[in-house]
């Protein structure tokens, strides 16, 4: 663990000016243009070119480029190999030299893979511990739930920290004796499995008193916050990580931030209106798979309050999830952006309470499903979706609702979304 880094995240004073910002910005490129992209095939006659001029990535770009992109002469195919023979073994353990490979499969369906170096996942640990450690002074335990484990994550164990694995393909009953026998200080798991974890606590099947508790690889929703909030007796912190790397984590506010001290995040606006942006990463840290002028398809909405915690990182009011399941309404003026926390608030605010609920559109349909819900509450819902669509200016779809929850078509689950029809490669 990069000590220098964690005590500059733990006790470092940040970024009070945008100005610092770019400067800082600035400094860190020069040498990384410098240092590290004539390393790579693929960037090495790029080194002077602007930011803004160099190939617009995507995953999908990225992974046809991966071998010529990385540093570490790793083939694409030798990586996927590794990656998918630790999916299926569910040995995590195995790397290419000293890199550890790990594989994506993101909302989206689309396979990506992703490298670390031991200086890299020593930058990760360092991020991770000098922002959320309890208490640096005294020994703490991690339970960290997730799809797929990585020598990424277990960097963050040592002499004073107990990391402990807990595979989300496992039966969930078989979690709840070794997770009660570790008595958790920091419990990091998607919001999905907070929730369900704090149900477990809330029936008494566990009893747990973490210090930290951190929702990492889905939306966090207003509700499900709370749901753990009120379990766990603590603030629920958020860590907006992807393959891509740590976007953004909460400050001491408990308030989100773009990780703009370890990478430059520009804005890609989609909806000017309420300044949603998809993410453009320029990351001066990663030096094994370099992501620069890489377009994130997620929906990131503003906050332009300054915030308490005097950091001048762009506050993150909300993170809306993929852009592909951002709704759009028709309208008289056109089409408008339904925003997901619009729908989140319409359901919470049905006179009848609901347990969970899955928002679909496909075809400029809508289907609405609901857990346990009320027999009134398909009359309220109508209601106040017609009000909803009327507040906005734009015409409600045609709308279906239906009880329970449908099967889920990949690992993370996403409450609001939009199917489309596959799309066929020549």
């Known amino acids: 663990m990069s000590l220098k880094a964690l005590l500059k995240t733990r006790y470092g004073k940040g970024f009070r000016t945008r100005e610092a910002i770019e400067a800082h910005h600035q400094r860190s490129f020069a040498r990384f243009r410098r240092a590290v992209m004539?390393?790579?095939?693929f960037y090495a006659d790029?080194?002077?070119?602007?930011?803004?001029?160099?190939?617009?990535?995507?995953?999908?770009?990225?992974?046809?480029h991966f071998t010529a992109i990385n540093t570490c002469g790793i083939d694409r195919e030798k990586a996927f190999e590794i990656a998918l023979r630790s999916e299926q073994s569910r040995d995590f353990s195995p790397m290419?030299?000293?890199v550890s490979v790990g594989l994506s499969t993101g909302t989206s369906g689309q396979r990506g893979l992703f490298l670390a170096t031991p200086k890299e996942r020593k930058l990760w640990a360092a991020i991770l511990a000098g922002r959320f450690w309890p208490n640096l002074a005294r020994p703490q335990r991690v339970a960290f739930f997730m799809r797929a484990d990585n020598a990424l994550?277990?960097?963050?164990g040592n002499p004073l920290l107990r990391f402990e694995f807990f595979d989300l393909l496992d039966p969930f009953?078989?979690?709840?004796?070794?997770?009660?026998?570790?008595?958790?200080?920091?419990?990091?798991?998607?919001a999905s499995m907070l929730k369900v974890l704090a149900i477990a606590q809330n029936s008494g099947q566990i009893a747990l008193s973490p210090k930290r508790v951190i929702s990492v690889a889905e939306t966090l929703s207003p509700e499900d916050r709370d749901i753990?909030?009120?379990?766990?007796?603590?603030?629920?912190?958020?860590v907006y990580q992807a393959t891509e790397g740590v976007l953004a984590f909460t400050c001491?506010?408990?308030?989100?931030?773009?990780?703009?001290a370890w990478m430059r995040i520009e804005r890609d606006i989609i909806d000017p209106q309420t300044g949603a942006f998809c993410p453009i990463i320029h990351d001066f840290t990663r030096e094994s798979l370099l992501l620069l002028n890489y377009r994130l398809n997620d929906v990131l909405i503003p906050n332009p309050d300054p915030c308490p915690c005097g950091s001048a990182c762009m506050r993150i009011a909300r993170i809306e999830g993929r852009e592909d399941d951002a709704l759009w309404w028709d309208g008289p003026n056109g089409a408008k952006m339904v925003s997901a926390e619009a729908i989140r608030t319409t359901i919470a605010c049905l006179p009848s309470p609901i347990t969970d609920y899955r928002v679909i559109e496909k075809d400029k349909h809508l289907t609405i499903w609901l857990e346990d819900a009320a027999p009134e509450s398909e009359t309220e819902l109508r209601h106040a979706f017609a009000a909803l669509a009327a507040r906005?200016?734009?015409?409600?779809?045609?709308?279906?609702?239906?009880?329970?929850?449908?099967a889920e078509p990949d690992f993370k689950r996403r409450r609001i979304r939009v199917e489309r029809q596959p799309r066929h490669c020549e």
Request: aromatic letters at 4%.
């Open 38 to 41: 004539p390393r790579s095939p």
């Open 46 to 64: 790029y080194a002077d070119t602007p930011l803004s001029d160099l190939p617009r990535m995507t995953k999908q770009t990225l992974m046809a």
């Open 96 to 98: 290419i030299g000293d």
């Open 153 to 156: 994550y277990r960097t963050l």
């Open 173 to 190: 009953d078989t979690h709840l004796p070794r997770l009660q026998a570790l008595a958790p200080t920091v419990l990091i798991a998607p």
């Open 228 to 238: 753990a909030k009120q379990a766990f007796n603590c603030q629920i912190d958020e």
């Open 252 to 260: 001491q506010e408990g308030n989100l931030h773009l990780n703009e």
């Open 392 to 406: 906005l200016d734009v015409n409600l779809p045609a709308l279906t609702i239906r009880n329970g929850l449908p």
